[in-house]
Nanobody, 115 residues
Framework: VQLQASGGGLVQAGGSLKLSCSGFESSLTLKAVAWYRQLPGTQRTQIAGINTSGYINYADSVKGRFIISGDDAKGTVTLEMNDLKPEDTGVYYC??????????WGQGTLVTVSS
């Protein structure tokens, strides 16, 4: 599995970005995908997650602003980020968890929100 994260960039506060995670087999019937954010010198923090049971969760800091969704046919998971704030700045990673196989990470995409 080689995950690819894309869609990061520079945006002003209040703007929007859409991140995409691709590269996993669309035929996987049991999996979970999550987006993490990391700042220099800190651990990665989960921002949003979705699994094939339909369970979705968000960090409190992004509830009401971010939307995670998946397209099994395309093998992609998207994170729509709205009303961005400077504190949303960081490198965003997607993570794929497959039971009995383990977890996989994408290469990260940088999001910078200017005030």
């Amino acid at each position: 599995v080689q995950l690819q994260a894309s869609g990061g960039g520079l945006v002003q506060a209040g703007g929007s970005l859409k991140l995409s995670c691709s590269g996993f087999e669309s035929s996987l019937t049991l999996k979970a995908v999550a987006w993490y954010r990391q700042l220099p010198g800190t651990q990665r923090t989960q921002i949003a997650g979705i699994n094939t049971s339909g369970y979705i969760n968000y960090a409190d800091s992004v509830k009401g602003r971010f939307i995670i969704s998946g397209d099994d046919a395309k093998g992609t998971v998207t994170l729509e980020m709205n009303d961005l704030k400077p504190e949303d700045t960081g490198v965003y990673y997607c993570n794929l968890y497959i039971p009995k196989r383990g977890a996989y990470w994408g290469q990260g995409t940088l999001v910078t929100v200017s005030s």
